[in-house]
């Protein structure tokens, strides 16, 4: 964020208390001191931009040089003390790494800590090694090289995601990857849908429900199914409703959504049987909901078997 003059002023004013010392080029050990000094002043914005971290050193009685600075940034770079990355308008900007963090990246070169500034960026979304190439400048052969010793050190990770099945995502080995990544409980380890997944928590909720004459609510139902262990792992309340929310789709449940004072209450939704059974194929069932040519690239509605065969179905059924 841009600063006012007053604002920098003062903080400038802050920092050159801890530059004051006597006349002469400061050691190396002293300027490094000075510029952590002055990193730590600068850490609740994230770090200390190259300019202004100048401005406040060449303030000092024995203001280093050009060259004795970019020695000086280069060693704590090199350490793991500080991190460099780049602003909004592409400059430069300091930042303090822990000491966790720095034993972690010790002995990785500058390109290995450039790479891996770029996917921590990218948090539980991760990034594509084409995109890594853009933002880092490091061509693709030198980049494989660079991701095998990040993955080596199990500094990062490789994860399959549902919107690019052949492509892999990069992201740091301590981060669980979004749903938007994993697709949540439906996909599984190869981020493929879980049709039949899908259908026996429909079955089993189904059961439920119909021994249920006054309806359930989606935790009435995630209850029953933790208490009976249908699953190895962890359903949400949000995917139990997702589950239900088929089933009114399709007409084989109904929905009540207002509670006993007559206000609208999603939350604590009732689901009851339907009474009826639908008079026309299932809305999940239609090909294009989970369209089994989109790896074809096939999008003509009018020569599609798949739906011709689908619509030859709706209508010999009665109406």
Sequence with gaps: PRQSGAESGARLGSARRFMDMPQGQPTGEALQARIIRACGLCEDRGGIPQSELEAVLSMAQDAPSKEALMQALNGLIQSGRLVVCTSHDGGLVFRLQSDEDAAKLHGLSSEDRLVYQEIEKSGSDGMLSKDLRVRTGVRAPQLTKVLKTLETRRLVQRVKSIKAKNQILYMLAN?????????????????DFDHELVKQLQDVAMRFVASRLEGVTAKQVHDFMVQQKVLNFELTLDDMRAILQTLVYDARLEQHVRDASGEVNLEAARYVRAVMEPPVPQLTSVPCVVCPCAEDALHDAATCPHLTTWLDHAVQLPW
């Design 175 to 191: 981060i669980e990857p979004s749903l938007e990544v994993t697709g949540g409980a439906w996909y599984g380890e190869q981020r």
